[in-house]
């Protein structure tokens, strides 16, 4: 009997408990609450195109502000006025701070706005805001005009002598020569198929991202090419935008012509068990020379002359190859019994 009544009080507390949570988290369901005068809540933020050839979603990164999702969240972050006793920082943890509206966020997403467009090809574009103010909360509605996309009606590739110069446009190819470089191809069948097939196309928008995709792939072709000094800081794009009709001709070009330097491999050396960390310690007591590689062993003689041979892809008398160094890299580390494995290269005189 004592037992039913015991549990019948544990209910009826449990039951208090409950209704005075759910009392207290719906008399705190103001998500303006506890704001000071001169706080507002950001409520909402949209986002509107003139069309669907922008992803909203993508342009969503950009901004800068956006307001608490879900509100019970916020909500539940209500429900105390203060974080000073414990079961009030478990509280406010578990919920949601209010987002509070800062206007210089949206001058700032309004600017990030605008330049993406414009790396996106639509260098007219205009991005605006209309905020809304209602009691105590603000919504943020952004407009983006895109206006008429530029398009690439010429793309022209001024390379090395090596990779030759061709021009793809609509309506046709034509070929040029770069001074301080060296002779370029005269016809464009001699140019290698890789550098014939450019990530820009004919008509295409002029958006910075493909841009970047179109310079690493060249970067990447010539310095397998033997160009060692080249990366994708020697190379850059000159637009001529002034043209009618939202058109713009594009060439990719070198910024420095010493970087047309072809550059072949004049040794390989090899330091077996080397540790760069611990390089004072390393005592060179043995060499040799196994198919024009030489190999340096400290007092432990790790691995087999073979088997690093075998390994290597970079071979003296080459032309330089970013892809040589990195499948060597590749197949060393493989190896469960190498344990750190660095490639590099030293200029030469």
């Not at 105390?80 to 966020?105: C, Q």
């Not at 090596?162 to 034509?174: A, D, F, H, I, L």
């Not at 072809?262 to 080397?274: A, D, L, M, T, W």
């Amino acid at each position: 009997m004592k037992t039913t009544n015991k549990n019948k009080t544990t209910r009826r507390n449990i039951t208090a408990l409950g209704l005075l949570f759910f009392a207290l988290f719906f008399s705190s369901c103001s998500t303006t609450k506890f704001l000071s005068e001169e706080q507002y809540l950001l409520d909402k933020v949209s986002l509107k195109t003139d069309s669907t050839e922008i992803s909203k979603i993508e342009l969503m990164d950009f901004i800068r502000q956006k307001p608490n999702s879900p509100k019970i969240g916020l909500m539940i972050y209500n429900i105390v006025n203060n974080d000073s006793s414990w079961i009030k920082k478990m509280i406010r943890k578990i919920g949601e701070p209010p987002v509070i509206y800062n206007p210089n966020s949206v001058n700032q997403s309004i600017n990030e706005l605008s330049i993406e467009m414009k790396n996106q090809g639509f260098l007219n574009s205009r991005v605006h805001a209309v905020v809304d103010t209602t009691g105590k909360k603000i919504s943020v509605d952004y407009h983006v005009h895109e206006g008429i996309p530029y398009r690439i009606r010429n793309y022209t590739l001024r390379l090395p002598e090596r990779q030759r110069n061709s021009q793809t446009e609509m309506s046709g190819v034509r070929r040029n020569r770069l001074s301080g470089i060296g002779s370029w191809a005269q016809n464009r069948s001699n140019a290698p198929s890789s550098i014939q097939s450019p990530v820009i196309k004919p008509d295409a928008i002029f958006d910075m991202s493909v841009l970047e995709q179109e310079i690493n792939r060249v970067s990447n072709l010539l310095r397998n090419q033997g160009y060692y000094a080249l990366t994708v800081d020697n190379l850059h794009y000159l637009a001529d935008t002034t043209l009618r009709s939202n058109q713009v001709d594009l060439t990719l070009m070198l910024k420095d012509s010493t970087a047309a330097k072809v550059y072949r491999v004049e040794k390989v050396k090899v330091f077996s068990g080397y540790d760069p960390l611990n390089s004072e310690n390393y005592k060179i007591t043995d060499s040799l020379v196994n198919k024009e590689i030489e190999i340096y062993y400290d007092s432990f003689h790790f691995l087999r002359p073979n088997v690093i041979v075998n390994k290597i892809g970079v071979r003296p008398g080459s032309p330089f190859r970013d892809r040589a160094g990195e499948s060597t890299f590749k197949l060393f580390q493989a190896m469960n019994a190498v344990g750190r494995v660095d490639v590099a290269y030293k200029e030469g005189n």
